[in-house]
């Protein structure tokens, strides 16, 4: 090879490895945190949020409880964030899922009954301009039923669980019943795709708790792990009972306190508990961007091995209840009386 052209070859090698250094990520202690203020322009309708949707900069939707008033949900444009009135029979939007381009909600939806108005499982499909109601269903014998979560990963594959062990999957033609025994509260359902699907549940009898861990197996469902113990019990729980978020082989689940395991493994860890508060969701983007946030303005990012507090963001009057991050940033929402709060990180 001649020198001139091995000196050409060395220089494009340098140039190449140059443009692929890998990015370096700030951590959320160094972002920059703004906060948002939420007051509803409708009256006689309150709002507590519940779900954050990301599909842009310019294209956010925060969704939620509304007490059954107006049903109404935040979207923000790239400039500012407006409340809308959503025309729809869904009421207390709890989870949103952006499914091959399209939004999917679990609320809960009007139900007429001899005796008066009651209230049943609703599954939405959702845009700007549009939205239908795709699926209602509720539990012979209960009321007050509605859907916690949703989840999927292709519009012919979707699960959906909720109150007294409802649970229905959509396979592009149907919706099968796969329910629980109402005994069951199915909260929130976590995975990549469905050999690694699991769900977090609970019930509440008397002075007593039991806690679940649900795991999708060839197309049915098997409780993998419980625990029954009376609730003033809280500080020894095996595993959180209000969220669950599985990233690679780990499962999150946050309660009265934030716990973690292997999926082959049987022991779970507890990473840490405060005595006096809830953790209400766990979030992340990596096995290294984990939230983790709920009551008393406990803010959580967790890097796969030591938790940080987000003290830039606490605020011990709100509950946060929901976060979201690609890792670049993070959007975590909260409410203290009437009014919702937005934390934006950069």
């Known amino acids: 090879m001649r020198k001139s ?43 507590r949020p519940t779900e954050i ?42 989870a949103a899922k952006l499914i091959n381009g399209d939004i999917y909600t679990a609320a809960s939806t009007q139900w007429f009954l001899p005796e008066g108005c009651d209230w049943q499982g609703s599954i939405d499909k959702f845009d700007n301009s549009n939205v239908e109601q795709i699926f209602y269903a509720h539990v012979e014998g209960q009321r007050g039923t509605e859907f916690n979560d949703i989840w999927g990963d292709l519009d012919d594959n979707i699960w959906a669980g909720g109150w007294h062990g409802l649970l229905y999957h959509y396979n592009g033609t149907s919706w099968v019943n796969h329910s629980f025994p109402d005994t069951v509260h199915i909260r929130h359902l976590s995975g990549a795709d469905s050999s690694g699907l699991y769900g977090i549940a609970y019930y509440m009898i008397a002075n007593k708790i039991n806690g679940y861990l649900l795991k999708l197996v060839d197309n049915g469902w098997i409780i993998e792990d419980q625990y029954s113990m009376e609730y003033s019990d809280y500080l020894f729980r095996p595993f959180g009972h209000l969220d669950i978020y599985v990233i690679e082989d780990k499962i999150y689940t946050c309660g009265d306190g934030v716990f973690c395991k292997q999926m082959l493994d049987s022991t779970w860890q507890k990473l840490w508990q405060f005595s006096n508060y809830k953790f209400r969701d766990v979030s992340g983007s990596a096995p290294d961007s984990i939230y983790i946030v709920g009551d008393g303005g406990n803010a959580i990012f967790w890097d796969g091995e030591s938790p940080s507090q987000l003290d830039s963001i ?33």
């Open 5 to 47: 052209n091995l000196i050409l070859l060395i220089i494009i090698i340098l140039i190449l490895s140059c443009g692929n250094d890998p990015e370096v990520l700030k951590h959320p202690l160094e972002y920059t945190w703004t906060i948002d203020t939420l007051e509803l322009e409708v009256i006689s309708t309150r709002f």
């Open 53 to 94: 949707l990301y599909r842009s900069e310019n294209d956010i939707y925060i969704f939620g409880e509304n007490g059954h008033y107006n049903p109404v949900y935040w979207h923000y444009n790239g400039s500012d964030w407006q409340d809308k009135i959503l025309v729809a029979n869904a009421w207390n939007i709890l």
């Open 314 to 346: 606490y605020y011990p009057e709100i509950t946060y209840k929901k976060a979201w991050t690609d890792s670049k940033q993070a959007l975590i929402v909260g409410y203290s009386g009437n009014t919702s709060y937005v934390m934006w990180g950069k």
